[in-house]
């Protein structure tokens, strides 16, 4: 079945604890990104990665890290969390950019 | 960059009527509309999209309508069911020139029985 999968889907740690979310896809999709989704401000774009070893800032980028050593995953880092990063996160693949989005599960992130 | 504006933020209608929800974009080189529907506590999920080469496509009670001139797209749901209920996102991108996928705030869109 063709899915992108996170990891964990619920997470409540404490301020300047570090963490990675995991992002898996098996659709073979070259575009790949992270979104933060917040009431009232829509999906917003953190990171996105183009292909392999390919990443990018998306519009809210500050304080995160990512990398795409494999083209199937694709892990959202948190170095040292903020309780402003208390927020539902989303990874999407795509075939390319632009193209349409499959989202993964989400994860629900408590920072406190 | 590209800007999508979306109308109205939240939409109460009666089952059975109609919903309409509204997109604006500002690049008039996009040329994908897709919407996704987003139930409460899931992922958005793509319902129907369109490309500039056509003006309108219907998939059962579910329209998208697109007019390039004046720049804006629209989403038509009729004979609304409660499983309409949730939150519907209009994007905008322009694909040959792999722009990224540009996403409007949301609409909440509530079924009354």
């Known amino acids: 079945e063709a899915q992108v999968t996170q990891n964990p889907r619920y997470l409540i740690t404490v301020t300047g604890k570090k963490l990675t979310v995991t992002c898996s896809q098996n659709?073979?999709?070259?575009?790949m990104s992270w979104y933060r989704q917040d009431p009232g401000l829509g999906l917003r774009q953190i990171y996105y990665?183009?292909?392999?070893?390919?990443?990018d800032k998306g519009d809210v980028p500050e304080g995160y890290k990512v990398s795409r050593k494999e083209k199937r995953n694709f892990p959202l880092i948190l170095e040292s969390p903020s309780p402003n990063q208390t927020s539902l996160y989303f990874c999407?693949?795509?075939?390319?950019?632009?193209?349409?989005?499959?989202f993964g599960p989400g994860t629900r992130l408590t920072v406190l | 960059g590209e800007n999508v504006e979306q109308h109205p933020s939240t939409l109460s209608v009666q089952e059975g009527d109609s919903a309409v929800i509204k997109c604006t974009y500002s690049?008039?080189?996009?040329?994908?509309f897709p919407w996704y529907k987003q139930e409460l506590g899931k992922r958005p999920q793509l319902i129907i999209d369109?490309?500039?080469?056509?003006g309108e496509k219907k998939d059962q009670r579910i329209a998208v309508t697109l007019n390039k001139t004046a720049k804006h797209f629209s989403l038509h749901i009729t004979e609304t069911q409660p499983e309409d209920s949730a939150v519907y996102f209009c994007?905008?991108?322009?694909?040959?020139?792999?722009?990224?996928?540009?996403f409007g705030q949301g609409t909440r869109l509530t079924i009354n029985p």
């Open positions: 990665s183009m292909n392999v070893e390919v990443t």
């Open positions: 369109i490309r500039s080469n056509v």
């Open positions: 659709m073979n999709h070259e575009y």
């Open positions: 994007a905008a991108s322009n694909i040959q020139g792999a722009q990224k996928l540009v």
């Open positions: 999407a693949s795509s075939s390319y950019r632009g193209d349409t989005q499959y």
């Open positions: 690049d008039s080189a996009s040329n994908y």
